[in-house]
């Protein structure tokens, strides 16, 4: 009898291949688990931290003090560094308690009496003049002091730990060993195939079976270029696709939906409309009264940032973003104004902003119709700003989107006279309670192009 082969061969492939992978998945899933976390011991006294985080009596209360300091001293002094006055932290090193009293109430008088630390600060910081602040008791005046002497301290460093090492950490195993491991399962699957295909075809000519071979046929393409119905059927597919994908391609021409530049100096939106609260209206007072928003003066944003020169603690980053790097954009902007951080130099640097919204020149729009008389909300067009870091163009701004905008938004009535004998009117001839921008004749050709 003729001998094929090894036939013990396959079984001890496997044997070998089953053991390396058991061998690679015990040692993976008998890794050390990683140590828990050690939590810090509780105070043993609780009531004794509470009493010394407690003002002794007598002296001021340095919350109450911070809540003063932010809303009477902010404005033009810092606790680390000279801006329009002087550094505050630690001040109460420099003078008595009683001549702050009469410093802080009124400024002034005790410059005119002679006193001689009033008259040096007047001089080296004239002529800016402090504000006098009569309604400030003494006890009020204690407090900011306490504020003003408490020590800085510095934020502790946190370590960014890789997503890698976290999802390890709480899986045990990461999704690159899983991988590999069902890899080599499939790598050995086809060794396998390969291995016993090789070993019946030996036992088949062994035994003198013959496989029968697949008769040569024509390559589709051949059948499908002599068949004239599909041929036709599919040039008509293939020019309506064509046309439609050209309209599509061509009507997106000059529309710049989700359009976001990198301007010169960072600004995000998300921190200032949406953190802070502030009013689009303040910044872009023009839309009010003007057909453009405008661009805010760099004036504007000095009102705060003449005393913000740096983001809160608190305040969230993303995107990468560190507070070192929101610092420095607050820098650009100082070098822009030519500020100093006490004075304005008078040596500026243009910002060259890069434009987000543009309409073409064969289309008229009005801020103000639509801000005050039709009381139409910013986010409306610009969409939830609040939310951007990186301001872009929310909507399309198409004919298309406008006029279907002035066909679903009703004319808010209430305190607008202005429309009230018109809206009356048209009221009565279509039959309706309110009527729309569309109505009132917001889809005249003559409205948006003249």
Known sequence: MKKVGNHNSISRI??????????FSMSTFAQTAPAATAT????????????????????????????????????????DK????????????R????????????????????????????????????????????????????????????????AAAAPGAAAADQSGISNNIILGALSLVMFMLVIMLFL???????????????????????PIW????????????????????????????????GVDQDYAPIQPIHYSHRIHAGNNKIDCKYCHSSARVSKNAGIPSLNVCMNCHKNISEVSDTTSTVDGHTKAFYDNEIKKLYAAVGWDGAKYTGKTQPVKWVRIHNLPDFAYF???QHVTVAGIECQKCHGPVQTYEVQKQFAPLTMGWCIDCHRQTEVKMEGNAYYDKIHKELSKKYGVDKLTAAQMGGLECGKCHY
Request: with cysteine; charged share 20%.
């Open 82 to 93: 000279k801006m329009t006055g002087p550094a505050l932290r630690g001040v109460t090193g």
């Open 366 to 368: 009005n801020h103000s």
């Open 14 to 23: 496997y044997s070998f291949g089953l053991a390396v992978l058991l061998t």
């Open 40 to 79: 810090p011991a509780a105070p043993a006294d609780a009531t004794a931290m509470k009493a010394d985080a407690a003002p002794a009596a007598g002296a001021g209360d340095p919350v109450k003090g911070k809540e003063l300091f932010n809303a009477n001293c902010a404005a033009c002094h810092n606790l």
């Open 196 to 218: 016993v295909n090789n070993v019946l075809t030996k036992i088949a000519k062994a035994n003198g079976i013959e496989v029968a071979s697949k008769e040569a046929s024509l």
């Open 95 to 158: 003078h008595k308690k009683e001549w702050f009293y009469g410093w802080v109430k009124n400024s002034s008088a005790l410059i005119k009496s002679g006193d001689a630390d009033a008259v040096k600060l007047w001089e080296e910081y004239k002529p800016s003049v402090m504000t006098a602040f009569p309604q400030l008791s003494n006890t009020d005046i204690d407090n900011i002091l306490a504020y003003t002497d408490e020590v800085k301290t510095e934020a502790p460093a946190t």
């Open 222 to 253: 051949k059948v499908f270029a002599r068949n004239q119905f599909l041929m036709v059927v599919s040039a008509i597919v293939f020019l309506l696709a064509s046309a439609y994908f050209m309209y599509g391609f061509f009507m997106q021409v």
